[in-house]
């Protein structure tokens, strides 16, 4: 099956901040790839997703860019805000299961 | 309007005992799924409905059994409740059968403190 590594958390920064979160992955085929946001004592929510390679998905500032080659899908925001701060998840579709899998998640915590 | 919702929000409850969790979906999705979160937010999957048929069963104890009665409803029912259940619920939905391609939906999860 899929098997997922994100960068251990918290990453902890300033507002206005440039964020990286490293995601890689590693899975059957090309299976689209999803980046979820879960707020504090809510349910996970879709960021942003990319069906194929080189493809760049994005949503609020957010922005992925599926690597086939390095099998990564890192997630990038050129300035972070407080409201920024949740646990962010990269999880790649798995054809196999009809599921998908996720990482462990990485804490950002954005500081004003 | 809420698209996946799921209830008790809380559960506490005493080891031994048996619960049940509701999962409810207005979204037309024919594919939903229940996932456990525990302590450090890892999330995994433990089961999976399409039209009602189990599609993933993970290796997870008998004393969780699913439970879908239509396509819009998966309940989970925990046997003989053990300290290690506790753990934050999700419920998810999506549509057409081959999430991979499709994003899920979750609900705002239940959270079960088994005392």
């Known amino acids: 099956g899929n098997s997922v590594t994100q960068m251990e958390g918290p990453v902890t920064l300033s507002e206005e901040a440039f964020l990286t979160i490293n995601c890689t992955y590693t899975?059957?085929?090309?299976?689209?790839l999803f980046w979820y946001v879960q707020y504090p004592g809510e349910g996970l929510q879709l960021l942003l997703k990319a069906t194929k390679a080189d493809d760049k998905g994005s949503n609020k500032g957010f922005e992925a860019t599926y690597r086939k080659e390095t099998t990564s899908f890192h997630l990038e925001k050129g300035s972070v805000q407080v409201s920024d701060s949740a646990v962010y998840f990269c999880a790649p579709g798995d054809p196999g299961r009809r599921a998908l899998t996720f990482g462990s998640g990485t804490r950002l915590q954005v500081q004003p | 309007d809420t698209a996946v919702s799921q209830t008790p929000k809380y559960l506490v409850t005493q080891m031994g005992n048996d619960k049940s969790i509701k999962c409810e979906q207005n979204l037309g999705h024919d594919t939903m799924y229940w996932y456990k979160q525990d302590s450090k937010k890892f999330l995994k999957i433990m089961f999976s409905y399409n039209n009602k048929e189990l599609i993933i069963n993970e290796t997870v104890p008998n004393r969780f059994s699913p439970k879908s009665p239509d396509k819009a409803h998966l309940n989970l029912h925990i046997n003989s409740l053990e300290l290690g259940d506790s753990a934050v619920y999700f419920c998810?939905?999506?549509?057409?059968?081959?999430?991979?391609?499709?994003?899920?939906?979750f609900g705002n999860g239940t959270r079960l403190t088994v005392t």
């Open positions: 998810a939905s999506a549509s057409q059968g081959s999430s991979y391609n499709s994003p899920l939906h």
């Open positions: 899975a059957t085929g090309y299976p689209s």
